[in-house]
């Protein structure tokens, strides 16, 4: 896989959308994976480090390190989404144990892997709240500016939220974090709910997963069998984080707009939510139109490439 023009690192809080996007990008002959950061969002940081390198193991990917990073939001207390994802983070859905140890201190690690490629190199694929790459802004700012393409998912900008009003849970579960990334003007690309709702999976998109017969599409059509009993309302369930490696592999599949972000970082219910145009900061692209049914259909095909 090092012939990939995508060399980028995961950070995630898996988190059912989490791991088939991570299945997706492990399947792909686009994206050269260097690692997983892991982050407490979803779940807890145990649970998601745990659950990194239970993808990691039934993808046979597990020489690819998980490095574990924040337990905790920068100045606040995390959610529980258990009520989505499950007690295990991965709704139920059976996966093999790690096949070797997570290591800790996922800054540090980021760090080092940005300062040891060429500038410019190194995409961050962000899943979770963005307190690691905050952290990395924080600690390592020289290292951060080194990053190729941070691409997010997180906010709403004309949508409502999934956790508040107008607030989305990434953003929402560290909206302090949110607020340092996106001032610092790195280059970033935001995927917000506005596009992530209109890439949905619906019983006959699982049905034509299962039918690949590939290890990931087999676990991915489970994990959304799980989201779809856990979550109410709809025929049909958005798929958030695939939408990042989606844009990763093939930026054409979305419209883009040039965007000046602020973060709400009150107390009251909408905490987190997007504040577009009232930032005096530098300007974020953000994926405000996506072609669906092609990016649908890029996933099912990647989910659907045999190993080996
Ligand atoms: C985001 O929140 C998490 O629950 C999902 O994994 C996704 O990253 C969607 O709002
Ligand atoms: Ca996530």
């Not at 012939?3 to 690192?9: F, G, H, L």
């Not at 909206?175 to 619906?202: H, N, Q, Y």
């Amino acid at each position: 896989m090092t012939d990939a023009a995508i060399r980028a690192v995961i950070d995630t809080d898996p988190g059912i959308d989490d791991a088939v996007a991570i299945l997706y990008a492990l399947a792909s002959p686009a994206f050269d994976i260097v690692g997983l950061t892991t982050v407490a969002g979803n779940i807890g940081i145990e649970t998601t480090t745990r659950n990194a390198g239970r993808i990691l193991a039934l993808a046979a990917r597990s020489d690819i390190p998980v490095v574990a990073g924040a337990s905790a939001p920068l100045s606040r207390t995390g959610f529980d989404s258990a009520e989505i994802h499950g007690d295990d983070g991965l709704g139920g859905v059976g996966f093999p144990e790690p096949l070797v140890p997570a290591r800790g201190d996922a800054v540090t690690w980021l760090a080092e892997q940005l300062e040891a490629a060429p500038i410019g190199t190194l995409d961050i694929l962000a899943l979770g709240p963005l307190t690691n790459i905050a952290l990395l802004l924080r600690d390592r700012p020289s290292a951060a500016r080194r990053i190729r393409r941070l691409i997010v998912m997180g906010g709403a900008i004309h949508e409502p939220g999934n956790v508040g009003p107008r607030s989305e849970f990434n953003i929402a579960a560290d909206p302090e974090a949110a607020e340092l990334v996106f001032s610092a003007g790195l280059p970033t690309v935001l995927i917000p709910l506005d596009v992530t709702r209109k890439v949905r999976a619906d019983r006959g998109y699982l049905d034509a997963l299962r039918a690949r017969d590939t290890a990931a599409a087999a676990a991915s059509a489970n994990l959304i069998e799980a989201y779809f009993q856990s979550a109410s309302g709809g025929e049909s369930r958005p798929l958030h984080d695939p939408c990042v490696m989606l844009f990763a592999e093939n930026p054409a599949l979305f419209s883009t707009e040039d965007i000046r972000i602020a973060v709400d970082t009150g107390v009251g219910s909408d905490a987190g939510a997007l504040l577009a145009g009232e930032s005096g900061g530098p300007a974020v692209s953000v994926a405000l139109g996506v072609d669906a049914p092609a990016a649908l259909e890029l996933l099912a095909a990647r989910l659907g490439v045999s190993a080996g």
